[in-house]
């Protein structure tokens, strides 16, 4: 790349071979591929709609990508009827479990940025490896450990593995937020001999909005749909979270084809809702899971 | 003295966490080598020493060989296609085109929708019933008289797989492109300008200049798939759900604790799993970790 960049001035006279001409895409052309993704995209959207405001008898080959004749709502209805005790356990479950840990991750995230101790840094590649591994490493023992120390079961265990394996994201996501701080600013409040809480408290508490907006959402967002810690950690299905209670009412084959449309639709609004009004700190959060911001 | 006065505060706030950690994550893998190394096979725990018998037995089991082709299969097809769209989305988004926040909003939104949701909708598409029962994708060849593209996708006996890896390519390739997006904003607009200047085309603007600097953020989105890949568990249980046809070795770990309640097996088949993933990410993280450090 240099090679282009560095060309010595002198040599510009000289006749240049003629560079082969390629085309780069033209705006035009741009607009109409960037369009058939988009369509693409969202096909299976269109999909999920329209069927889920079916009835049954229009659900079969004939129909199969037409919108509705007789748009109806029993769909909807039903997958209320049998998902609503699910969808109240995950509110149950990803309110506190949000809300925990994202503190700590402000609390860690701070002091691996900001108020370092010798091996920060390999305290923070120690928790950041916690991030990658397969949950299936751990999933046994964990709920042998559960049952062992007698923890309430249920959601409050399902609450507990969410903040402790919730740690290393949420400390990445702080951290790389507050990396772009000043560190003078750190500095003047060691100046008026401010110490570790109160810096956070007066001086780094009230810029943290961003970082907490990006948090909250990744992790609201990740617990929601999270259904491989639901389904080893709670066995009482009335305790299920709704991804595990929508893989199992629509995981049959007998389940009509807008009951499971308007179910998924269902299980997945409140993310797709927090998506709709809060999409840019999401991808923040993304950028973030890729350790570099 | 007067040093660790400075930092034993924070060291003390981290070391719950720490704690956490060390318990949860390593204690425990420590804990689940030792469950694979044990006789636990039945539903009552048992902690008899029994060496390497659980990954000999799987080693020996053809469901298991089946498991790594199909991990093999979907892990390719994935990571390619996601690359290949991820990167064509970004490189179409790059120089900014009206309208760019909403298609990078729509491009993402997969994201935020659990695999449990969209293999639902997957299913419907690909499924491979004939007939009056036939719907998605094959509904569409039939009625446009392409009635030899119909096929049993995630059913398809040999390559299935591939099939299998369209939702997840569909639910990441947004992710890829932000990923790229940010790489080829990273370029340095003054090098790009250079390069013109001297009279490079367009395309060789991009060739010479962009590409190379793209190759980290390659790396990145490599390691970041491929780790996903591994792990594929929900999408596969959404779609194919226990068939041994779409069975792939997180699934495979599943159905040993439920179904066949082999534990020492199950956590063999785990244990496996954070190799793999661990040959990936260890020395992705120590060369993050590091580079930041000097930078």
């Not at chain 2, 040093?3 to 949860?24: C, E, H, M, N, T």
Request: aromatic residues 14%; hydrophobic residues 55%.
């Amino acid at each position: 790349m240099t090679s282009v960049s560095q060309a010595p001035p002198i040599v510009a006279s000289a006749p240049l071979p003629k560079p082969r001409r390629r085309r780069v895409p033209s705006v035009g052309m741009k607009y109409v591929l960037l369009l058939i993704f988009a369509v693409i995209i969202l096909t299976p959207v269109y999909v999920l709609l329209v069927t889920s405001f079916k009835g049954v008898v229009e659900t079969d080959a004939a129909h199969a990508w037409s919108l509705p004749h007789l748009w109806s709502v029993d769909a909807w209805r039903q997958a209320w009827t049998q998902l609503s005790p699910n969808m109240k356990n995950s509110f149950e479950l990803v309110i506190p479990a949000t809300l925990l840990s994202t503190i700590l991750g402000s609390l860690n995230g701070f002091v691996l940025s900001k108020w370092r101790f010798p091996g920060a840094d390999l305290v923070f590649t120690f928790f950041l490896f916690g991030m990658f591994i397969p949950y299936q490493a751990v999933m046994i023992p964990l709920t042998q450990l559960f049952t062992r120390i007698h923890f309430p079961s249920g959601i409050p265990s399902l609450i507990f593995a969410h903040v402790i394996y919730g740690i290393p994201i949420t400390a990445l996501i702080f951290r790389n937020y507050y990396a772009t701080i000043p560190d003078e600013l750190m500095e003047a409040a060691r100046m008026d001999r401010a110490g570790m809480f109160r810096t956070f408290w007066s001086v780094v508490l009230p810029i943290s909005m961003p970082a907490f907006v990006v948090a909250l959402i990744w992790q609201f967002t990740s617990i929601w749909n999270d259904f491989l810690f639901a389904v080893f950690i709670i066995t009482d299905p009335s305790q299920w979270p709704v991804t595990v209670a929508l893989n199992n009412t629509t995981g049959s084959l007998v389940t009509p084809y807008n009951l499971q449309m308007s179910a998924a639709l269902l299980a997945s609004a409140p993310t797709l809702v927090v998506y709709i009004l809060l999409g840019r700190y999401f991808m923040r959060g993304l950028m973030a899971g890729a350790l570099k911001g | 003295m007067k040093r660790i006065r400075r930092w034993g505060p924070g060291l003390l706030l981290v070391s719950p966490s720490i704690v956490l950690i060390a318990v949860f994550v390593y204690g425990l893998i420590g804990w689940n080598i030792k469950v694979s190394l044990s006789n636990w096979r039945q539903a009552q725990p048992s902690s008899g020493y029994a060496g390497l018998r659980a990954y000999r037995d799987l080693f020996h089991d053809p469901a298991w060989t089946l498991d790594l082709r199909h991990i093999l299969i979907f892990t390719v097809v994935f990571i390619v296609g996601t690359l290949f769209v991820g990167w064509s989305l970004a490189f179409l988004l790059d120089k900014g085109v009206k309208g760019e926040g909403f298609f990078r909003a729509v491009y993402l939104f997969p994201m935020a929708v659990s695999f449990i949701a969209s293999g639902i909708v997957w299913r419907w598409l690909m499924n491979p019933a004939p007939g009056d029962r036939e719907t998605g994708l094959n509904a569409v060849f039939d009625h446009a008289g392409l009635h030899f593209l119909a096929n049993q996708w995630y059913l398809g006996q040999n390559w299935g797989m591939a099939a299998m890896a369209m939702p997840a390519i569909w639910a990441l390739s947004g992710y890829i492109m932000a990923l790229f997006l940010a790489g080829f904003r990273g370029v340095p607009e003054e090098l790009r300008e250079a390069a013109r200047m001297d009279g490079a085309s367009e395309y060789r603007v991009y060739r010479h200049v962009v590409f190379p600097h793209l190759r980290p953020v390659t790396l990145s989105a490599l390691i970041i798939l491929g780790h996903i890949s591994i792990k594929v568990f929900d999408l596969i249980v959404a779609v194919g759900g226990k068939q041994l046809i779409t069975q792939v070795p997180a699934v495979y770990m599943w159905i040993q604790i439920y179904d066949a309640q082999d534990y020492a097996k199950g956590a063999a088949i785990a244990t496996l799993l954070l190799i793999g993933i661990s040959v990936l990410i260890i020395p992705y993280l120590v060369f993050t970790v590091r580079s930041e450090r000097n930078a």
